[in-house]
């Protein structure tokens, strides 16, 4: 189901009374909280994610969320519960597994991704129910969530944002050189896994917003996105939380007003925002070496 169908809105250009049209409905209410809880822990956790280079690890915990959900819906639970089990599930079985070298690691974990998936096939061909799972799990919906659920949602977020807090500093030193981390002192392993376990847990949210298929459009572009726009770390990571909340915020607001999925929307302006940055570097770039070729030599000022 798609936001659109719910009354076929029509965007008017004034934004105080479309937020109001918008925000008259309480599943709204609920889809824009919960949003800007789940960009502001996915930017956070991704920006690591992307500083690490652990996309790989954070692609196979979206994966599972799949199965994860399937599975819980079979059991009669909410999606929500089989999300947050089984991508932090997952994220324990990828820590255990890292201490195998990386290339074991890449196989074992490409093996239990493909296993998992298959699973979750079988848990929605088993499901007898109306099941608006495969597309809603895969690519996303809002119209689900409840304050309940919301109210979850805030709580674990809070909960990674107070770790990440806590661990921030020496997971920046661990992440940047692991050696010299690890010479003087740090746990570098242990802060592994725990980043992991909150990779688990900010999957999971993400995965309500653009789908387990689509995850990385919180999770990882908007990080990747502010680290092409600088280097300083606290500037970057205050800009992938910038560039997350806008993305789901306007994301929602056009899957209100267009009958097209929420997890599309999300993804493309996230996307185009990477593309900006990109463009944007290369046209730096471009300029510095003009300008470094018609500045004039030692010599030729000499002359």
């Not at 979850?152 to 107070?162: N, S």
């Not at 990882?220 to 789901?248: D, K, N």
């Not at 500045?295 to 030729?300: D, G, I, N, Q, V």
Request: proline share 4%; glycine share 10%; charged share 10%.
């Amino acid at each position: 189901m798609l936001l659109a169908e719910t009354g076929a809105p029509t965007w008017s250009w004034n934004l105080l009374t479309d937020f109001q049209d918008m925000w008259s409905y309480p599943f709204m209410v609920n889809a824009f909280r919960a949003g800007a809880v789940v960009a502001v822990v996915s930017a956070v956790v991704g920006w690591f994610v992307v500083l690490r280079r652990q996309t790989f690890a954070a692609h196979t915990v979206s994966a599972v969320a799949f199965p994860g959900a399937a599975g819980a819906l079979l059991l009669g639970f909410s999606a929500v519960y089989g999300y947050f089990t089984l991508c932090v599930a997952a994220a324990l079985v990828i820590a255990a597994l890292r201490g195998g070298g990386e290339h074991e690691e890449s196989a074992l974990t490409g093996t239990v991704q493909a296993f998992l998936l298959a699973s979750g096939f079988l848990f929605t061909a088993l499901y007898r129910g109306l099941l608006e799972g495969p597309q809603t799990i895969l690519f996303g919906t809002f119209l689900g969530i409840t304050s309940s659920q919301v109210t979850v949602l805030t709580v674990v977020g809070a909960v990674v944002l107070a770790v990440l807090a806590l661990i921030g500093r020496p997971l920046l030193f661990a992440s940047v050189d692991p050696q010299v981390a690890g010479g003087r002192g740090v746990p570098v392993r242990a802060l592994s896994v725990v980043f992991l376990v909150l990779l688990g847990a900010a999957t999971a949210e993400a995965s309500q917003i653009t789908g387990t298929l689509l995850v990385f459009a919180l999770m990882v572009i908007p990080a990747a996105t502010a680290q092409v726009l600088t280097a300083r770390p606290a500037l970057s990571l205050a800009l992938a939380v910038l560039l997350a909340f806008a993305a789901t915020w306007l994301g929602l607001t056009a899957a209100y007003y267009w009958p097209y999925p929420l997890g599309f929307f999300v993804t493309t302006i996230a996307f185009a925002g990477y593309l900006l940055a990109l463009g944007r570097r290369s046209l730096r770039e471009v300029l510095g070496r003009t300008r470094a070729g018609a500045a004039p030599t030692a010599k030729e000022v000499i002359a």
